[in-house]
């Protein structure tokens, strides 16, 4: 299985790192200063987890937009054929984005699993970790729950739009069969004649 380049570099790191350590150890350098690389590589590595949890959280913020639009949409009647994602493009990069999300939370474990395996304790790293779980997790069901309303908004639309297409229909067809019913013929006036005549022929007989 393929190993991520940052999962890679960290890795490495942190096992020269620890060779570096054991080094001034040995040299007689106190335990404290002897470390202090690897206490480096951790504040590096948590500046970056914020910087990331910054970006997860205003990913997550649009997402929520989102949803907040949809929901919005949905309960209103001249509104619910709007917005619609059809070719499910919407849905597809929220799956994208979902994914992305769940290699980062795996990587961000992975790398704290590798913190502790060389014995580094740090309550800032563990910080940094569950704010950065958290967000991540947060988003994701966010998404997931966009993904669902998108489906249902495109359900109640399509709905919507067969019944007003076919009401069209009935409506057209009634008013194509009131038009092919001709109107009701009038007396006409040479019948009126022919009797007017007729009664004078009579009258005289």
């Known amino acids: 299985m393929h190993q991520d380049p940052l999962l890679a570099s960290i890795g490495g790191m942190l096992r020269r790192f620890k060779r570096a350590e054991a ?41 929520t ?23 499910g493009g919407m849905r597809n990069d929220l799956e994208s984005t979902k ?3 769940r290699l980062l939370r795996e990587l961000c474990v992975d790398v704290g699993g590798m913190f502790d395996s060389i014995g580094v304790a740090s309550r800032l790293l563990d910080s940094m970790q569950e704010s950065f779980l958290d967000v991540v997790d947060d988003a994701s069901i ?41 109107p009701e013929a009038a007396p006409s006036r040479d019948v009126g004649k022919i009797a007017t005549n007729s009664l004078g022929v009579a009258a005289k007989a």
């Open 23 to 63: 080094w001034l150890r040995s040299a007689g350098l106190p335990v404290f200063l002897a470390r202090v690389p690897v206490w480096l590589l951790c504040l590096q590595y948590c500046l970056m987890m914020r910087g990331k949890t910054v970006r997860i959280s205003r990913v997550a913020g649009r997402i």
């Open 99 to 101: 994914r992305t999300l």
């Open 65 to 87: 937009q989102w949803l907040e639009t949809i929901t919005e949409l949905s309960q209103h009647e001249n509104a619910r054929t709007e917005l619609l994602d059809m070719d």
């Open 142 to 182: 966010t998404a997931t729950t966009l993904q669902r309303a998108l489906e249902m908004h495109d359900m109640r639309a399509l709905v919507l739009l067969r019944e007003m297409h076919e009401a069209e229909c009935q409506g057209g067809l009634e008013e194509a069969n009131a038009a092919s019913v001709p």
